[in-house]
């Protein structure tokens, strides 16, 4: 199973991205996706999940800016970006509880990281 990302890049405060990540792979079901991100000296924090059924969460610092969404045809969850601050640099993770057989339990995957630079 592989998670790849695509949509990182520069731009000024303000301004928009939109970040995607597909799975794929061996893939029997993926329960909930997410996004977490790691700014320079600072832990791995979650941005934003949905489940399979829609429900999502949104860290405070990020709720009313940030929208996360999925695909679950595609195996694709998207975080759309909006009013992006300087504080909003860092790498950004895909992550997915999958399953990929029957007889064994879910467990998590990582995407590589993309970068996010807010720049003031």
């Known amino acids: 199973v592989q998670l790849v990302e695509s949509g990182g890049g520069l731009v000024q405060a303000g301004g928009s991205l939109r970040l995607s990540c597909a799975a794929s792979g061996t893939i029997l079901s993926i329960n909930t996706m997410g996004w977490y991100r790691q700014a320079p000296g600072k832990e791995r924090e979650l941005v934003a999940s949905?489940?399979?059924?829609?429900?999502?969460i949104y860290a405070d610092s990020v709720k009313g800016r940030f929208t996360i969404s999925r695909d679950n045809a595609k195996n694709t969850v998207y975080l759309q970006m909006n009013s992006l601050k300087p504080e909003d640099t860092a790498v950004y993770y895909c992550?997915?509880?999958?399953?990929?057989?029957?007889?064994?339990?879910?467990?998590?995957?990582w995407g590589q990281g993309t970068q996010v630079t807010v720049s003031s």
């Open positions: 949905v489940t399979r059924g829609g429900t999502t």
């Open positions: 992550n997915a509880d999958i399953i990929v057989s029957m007889w064994l339990p879910s467990r998590d995957y």
